[in-house]
């Protein structure tokens, strides 16, 4: 993939700005399709502007209601049929470029490139009008690599399923984008798979071969792979949707409607007094009352139980996301645990100014981060380690203040044991609310599109967008009423 370089802004929304790492000239767009773009609205596309500076273009993408997939896929539960659905949208993407008059190779294909929104098919691609050049890949190997590496998120893998898409894919098939749809589609009507063995039939395709497969080794996602985790292969496969709160809502409202029609037309009209309008009206708020506590009672069933104390997350008993699934027989193809965002120019660093700005942003659809009261919670952390590396961050929060050691690599902290490596349970932090990242003496810090922000050194960080810190600089999340982070040198 063309290397660019990447920048987040939000002076005019959230969006996201592109360039090209050896520079980009006019004359090297398609006239056609930036006119296009410029023009009008694509589905699935995110709405694209241009600049012209220097003589250096730069494309900047609206990002407003949507948020990276290489985030959000660790934030939510993937299942096969998830995956699918997903797949499914980049290929009608696809294939819808030819009659906006664009080619399926300017879209990018990366996680760090598409960004989804309540839905996993409501995704937002970026197209990049650069004119067809000379590429030793194909949008099919791509795609590929791309669903190659989605696997290692599917919560239990549909094994023949994975095998027909791998195959259609790779062309082996036949047809083109019309065919893998039809493929998708005809496998999203299959609510359940039950699958007692994999299929031992070999699987040739273009480039790297795939050997057999063979049973599947299950393994959580830490930053560095447990070689040595097994599990046998999976027998039984099975996608259950989550329950649609929005459907039992009309049923109980029609089911309370007719019960309450009932007792007015067998209670009141067969002998209307004073006495049966009485009875009927009673007999009607017990209806409610009861279909009003059921709901309740669902609701409650529903939310994830709260946690009463923050709890150390080790690198090496934790992984992002949920158990997940890798081929021990690909050749070539290393599933990705968790693929960084291109590394920006621009790291910025932010002069120290007061006041403090709350932006709402994506809601999530489990576990939801709520905005902020006027409240907090202390939420107890431990001391990640001794007095080992050059820079460590001090939490304060409540008049207490913890010690968390910067490792080399990344830290994400946030309130989920499954997206944080560091359970932050204040008030209003997202599940994968901040990643910190420790290069040599080059720390750094981005926000991960958390719902409630953060600030560095009282303004508010852009979502994504990469920042350079020094010692002394303070973050704080989830507005102002939430913990503080300062950087200090050990």
């Not at 049973?215 to 999976?234: C, G, Q, W």
């Not at 107890?380 to 409540?398: P, Q, V, Y």
């Not at 409630?452 to 002394?472: R, T």
Request: glycine fraction near 8%.
């Amino acid at each position: 993939m063309e290397p660019y370089r990447v920048d987040f802004t939000m002076h005019r929304g959230h969006e996201m700005i592109l360039q090209r790492e050896a520079g980009m000239a006019r004359d090297q767009l398609e006239e056609i399709e930036l006119h296009m773009l410029q023009a009008q609205s694509f589905p699935r596309l995110l709405k694209v502007e241009w600049l012209e500076l220097d003589g250096q273009i730069s494309f900047h993408y609206k990002l407003s209601g949507k948020r990276m997939l290489s985030q959000r896929i660790h934030l939510r539960p993937f299942t096969m049929n998830d995956y699918y659905a997903l797949l499914l949208a980049v290929v009608e993407a696809l294939e819808d470029c030819k009659h906006y008059m664009l080619r399926a190779e300017g879209v990018l294909l990366h996680e760090n490139y598409i960004f989804v929104g309540e839905e996993w098919e409501d995704i937002g691609l970026v197209y990049v009008p650069i004119r067809k050049e000379e590429t030793s890949r194909t949008v099919r190997e791509d795609l590929l690599s791309l669903a190659v590496r989605w696997t290692a998120h599917v919560e239990q893998v549909d094994g023949n399923g994975l095998q027909m898409v791998l195959h259609a894919l790779d062309g082996e098939g036949g047809g083109g984008w019309a065919a893998m749809r039809s493929l998708l589609l005809e496998k999203l009507s299959e609510p359940y798979r039950i699958e007692t063995s994999f299929s031992s039939a070999p699987v040739e395709m273009k480039g790297d071969p795939i050997r057999p497969f063979e049973p599947l080794e299950f393994y959580s996602i830490p930053e560095e792979r447990h070689a040595d985790a097994f599990v046998p292969a999976v027998s039984v496969i099975e996608d259950k949707p989550e329950r649609d709160l929005g459907r039992f809502r009309w049923y109980a409202a029609a089911i309370t409607v007719v019960a309450i029609a009932a007792l007015w037309r067998y209670l009141y009209l067969e002998a209307p007094s004073g006495r049966t309008a009485m009875i009927s009206a009673g007999s009607s708020l017990i209806v409610l009352g009861t279909v009003y506590a059921a709901w309740r009672w669902i609701l409650h069933r529903q939310a994830a139980p709260a946690e009463l104390a923050a709890v150390p997350v080790p690198q090496e008993e934790m992984g992002r996301g949920q158990q997940a699934p890798r081929w021990s027989s690909w050749s070539g193809q290393e599933p990705h645990h968790e693929l960084d965002a291109p590394d920006s120019q621009f790291l910025p660093k932010v002069p120290k100014a007061a006041g403090a700005v709350q932006m709402g942003f994506t809601k999530q659809s489990s576990e939801a981060t709520v905005m902020l009261a006027d409240s907090n919670k202390e939420a107890k952390g431990i001391d990640h380690g001794a007095d080992k590396e050059s820079f460590f961050l001090e939490r304060s929060a409540n008049g207490n203040e913890e010690r968390i050691t910067l490792n080399q690599g990344k830290l994400v902290i946030g309130r989920s044991a499954e997206s944080a490596d560091y359970v932050d349970l204040g008030e209003g932090l997202s599940r994968a609310h901040i990643e910190f990242g420790m290069d040599r003496l080059l720390c750094t810090a981005k926000d991960l599109g958390s719902r409630n922000g953060s600030l560095l050194n009282g303004q508010m960080m852009i979502p994504y967008k990469l920042y350079s810190l020094e010692a002394g600089d303070r973050l704080q999340l989830a507005g102002g009423g939430g913990p503080v982070y300062q950087l200090k040198k050990a």
